[in-house]
């Protein structure tokens, strides 16, 4: 039991870690552009460099995770992590500062499926949605954490602080992971799938930056058609290859478990969604508003407590009932909290504008989160938990990155209110798009049993 309670503190703090840098970063995007120059593009290509790099490579992280062992590849991206933010501290130019996020995307991409990993080869039932319900509610407190020191920092300091508070709790996660002793998992014959790596990470990024672009160059340049096609015949290539290779990053084998098919068909909708809004709420507040970052990240504090209140409650009873039902309700309330925000204007009023539809919204995903976690991971072998959870981090993390490419090209290049409420349109389509696949996909096993029982 002691083991075990190690086992789930580990878990949280390694992500936490990588969670944590992003809300900080969202605050910081308008200060950062300021500085550094850019406009919209910069703020984009801060948030997508590290998507593109972590939603690729965090199907490898999975295979090197199931390969080395979950401890191994955690410490490594641990170390890789806090180094990388360093190097963002220091960023002369934009152009540093996004190479720099690529970077750190990496660090990011060892972390995520090894700690999630540990919880799923050491909890199982009940107890495993429990644990994952906890771990998500934790996350929780990242984005309680996050913003608020994001705003904190700049109010007093320059935001090349913000990257430096990834230091201690990444100092803590390695001491607690020395004295874990639990026995690694690990295959010894497998080949790490470089191949696949590379035309993952160039399929996804090629696109991005035409998406990103296309608000500057106009649909029929080069700039913009040309990655576009290319991205589509390399990711192309990535699933042609995936399907003949011997020891493939991305097992397609995984797609015949049922609920992880349309468990990750769900996180693409969902996560998409929830990438663009937190992207696009925070900036949309200071830019169109007129808050400071600090003001702007108090304005969604609401999320992280009320997540931080039900999430641990919506794992115990999707164990318990099974996910499906959670995971359609949720993203209908979700999106019922997004058209309350389409009556924000220009002259912000917090409390009858804005409020009401951060709370709908935050019910919403506190009831999906979980039980999402539980429906795409509970069927799959315990051996391939490290490959499951990084396919489901990386759909996750892949969707972020299409979305917030997409913000320009919905928005134009310059935010405006109007932008901002086209843009909540196509993220309540994304949730409601979620809530169908999981109500249609989803199967309840535990409910099954207990009914032949």
């Not at 641990?312 to 499906?324: D, I, M, Q, V």
Request: glycine share 12%; hydrophobic share 55%; net charge positive.
């Amino acid at each position: 039991m002691k083991q075990q309670r190690l086992v789930l503190v580990i878990s949280v703090l390694a992500s936490v870690v990588a969670a944590i840098d992003g809300f900080i970063v969202n605050v910081a995007l308008p200060t950062i552009s300021r500085e550094l120059g850019g406009g919209l593009v910069v703020q984009q290509w801060t948030v997508d460099a590290y998507l593109i790099t972590l939603g690729s490579l965090i199907l490898l992280a999975g295979s090197l995770s199931d390969l080395f062992g979950r401890k191994r590849v955690l410490l490594v991206g641990l170390l890789w992590f806090g180094i990388a933010s360093l190097l963002c501290a220091i960023a002369p130019n934009g152009v540093f500062l996004v190479v720099m996020r690529a970077v750190q995307g990496i660090g990011g991409a060892l972390l995520v499926p090894s700690s999630l990993a540990l919880i799923i080869s050491t909890f199982s039932g009940q107890e495993q949605g429990r644990a994952i319900g906890t771990w998500t509610a934790w996350l929780s407190i990242a984005t309680v954490i996050g913003p608020l020191l994001g705003g904190l920092i700049l109010s007093v300091t320059s935001w090349r602080w913000i990257f430096g508070v990834n230091v201690i709790p990444t100092v803590v996660t390695v001491w607690l992971l020395m004295r874990l002793k639990q026995p690694e998992h690990h295959k010894t014959a497998t080949k790490v799938d470089v191949w696949g790596a590379v035309l993952c990470a160039v399929g996804l990024g090629a696109p991005v930056y035409g998406l990103i672009e296309q608000p500057s160059f106009g649909w029929g340049s080069d700039h913009v058609w040309l990655p576009l096609v290319c991205g589509g015949v390399l990711l192309s290539a990535f699933i042609y290859h995936e399907a003949r290779v011997k020891a493939p990053m991305l097992p397609l084998s995984l797609f015949r478990v049922r609920n992880f098919t349309f468990g990750n068909a769900a996180t693409l909708a969902i996560y998409g969604a929830l990438s663009v809004s937190s992207f696009l709420i925070t900036i949309t507040l200071q830019q169109v508003g007129g808050y400071s970052p600090l003001r702007a990240s108090l304005a969604t504090l609401p999320i992280s407590i009320v997540m931080f209140t039900l999430s641990r409650w919506a794992g115990k009873l999707s164990g318990r009932y099974g996910p499906r039902y959670f995971m359609t309700v949720g993203p209908l309330l979700a999106a019922g909290g997004f058209l309350l925000m389409l009556r924000l204007e220009p002259q912000v009023h917090y409390l009858a504008d804005l409020l009401p539809g951060i709370l709908l919204f935050a019910i919403g995903l506190s009831t999906t989160v979980a039980p999402l976690t539980s429906a795409v991971l509970a069927d799959v072998d315990a051996r391939r938990a490290g490959v499951a959870s990084a396919v489901n981090n990386a759909v996750a993390r892949i969707a972020g990155l299409i979305t917030v490419g997409l913000v320009g090209v919905i928005t134009g290049s310059r935010l405006t209110i109007g932008g901002f409420h086209r843009a909540l349109i196509g993220i309540v389509v994304l949730m409601v798009i979620g809530a169908l696949v999981s109500f249609v996909g989803i199967r309840n096993h535990q409910i099954a049993e207990q009914v032949i029982a």
